[in-house]
């Protein structure tokens, strides 16, 4: 069990348009959902954190009105990268967490490679 | 601040024991993860350690010091398969993951 789909697998988009991005959770509820980026060569860089019908946790750095998320259900939640730019460019990672055994530990889906134009 | 170390990178002999460590300063702590990253590819669990000690999986064990802040992952009779990243996490007091760069482990044959 503890299986997470993303959808794209990957996508290729022209600067300045939107592109969505789906996370499920296939065979549980979680508790709540993360989005990374990871750049080449680098560690997984978190972007926000969400709660089922709840506002997105947003790190430092990363712009909420350009990087929307919706979590509509305990097993879904979208991050929509809004008017994307070259520099956008990147490997996007969702997770997702139940408890397990006092842990909160993250299950993670295969990653959405986008590359804007 | 919240910080984890770990070393860059390294290489070891197909067959060999290597052992990778990683050094965390979070703000509480409710336990230390590892996970293996092969390359385009999206992390996958490895262990969780909450208690001082050594837990054996397999070929993988996990060790943790929490007084030392402190935790390895150690990997025996290597095989060609293992080179990969291996990401170290710690779960501080908020339940959130704080993630090291990762460590690349180059493996030869």
């Known amino acids: 069990g503890a299986v997470v789909s993303q959808h794209p697998s990957w996508v290729i988009c022209k600067s300045g348009t939107s592109v969505k991005i789906e996370c499920r959770s296939l065979?549980?509820?979680?508790?709540?959902m993360f989005w990374y980026r990871q750049f080449p060569k680098q560690s997984l860089m978190l972007m926000a954190t969400?709660?089922?019908?709840?506002?997105?946790?947003?790190e430092q750095g990363v712009e909420k009105d350009k990087f929307l998320i919706n979590h509509a259900s305990l097993t879904l939640s979208t991050l929509t990268v809004t008017s994307a730019h070259p520099e956008d460019s990147s490997f996007y990672i969702c997770?997702?967490?139940?408890?397990?055994?006092?842990?909160?530990?993250?299950?993670f889906g295969p990653g959405t490679r986008l590359t804007v134009t | 601040g919240q910080n984890i170390d770990q070393p860059t990178e390294m290489t070891a002999t197909e067959g060999a024991i290597v052992q990778i460590n990683c050094t965390y300063q979070?703000?509480?702590?409710?336990?230390l993860f590892w996970y293996q990253q092969h390359a385009g590819e999206a992390p996958t669990f490895l262990s969780y350690?909450?208690l001082d000690g050594l837990e054996e999986k397999g070929r993988f064990s996990s060790f943790l010091s929490r007084s030392k802040g402190y935790s390895y992952l150690l990997l025996k009779e290597l095989q060609m398969k293992d080179s990969a990243s291996y990401l170290c996490?710690?779960?501080?007091?908020?339940?959130?993951?704080?993630w090291g760069a990762g460590t690349k482990l180059i493996i030869k044959p």
């Open positions: 350690n909450v």
């Open positions: 065979d549980f509820q979680a508790t709540t």
């Open positions: 996490a710690a779960l501080d007091s908020n339940y959130q993951l704080i």
């Open positions: 969400s709660n089922e019908g709840s506002k997105a946790t947003y």
């Open positions: 979070t703000s509480g702590f409710n336990g």
């Open positions: 997770s997702a967490s139940r408890p397990s055994g006092g842990a909160y530990e993250q299950y």
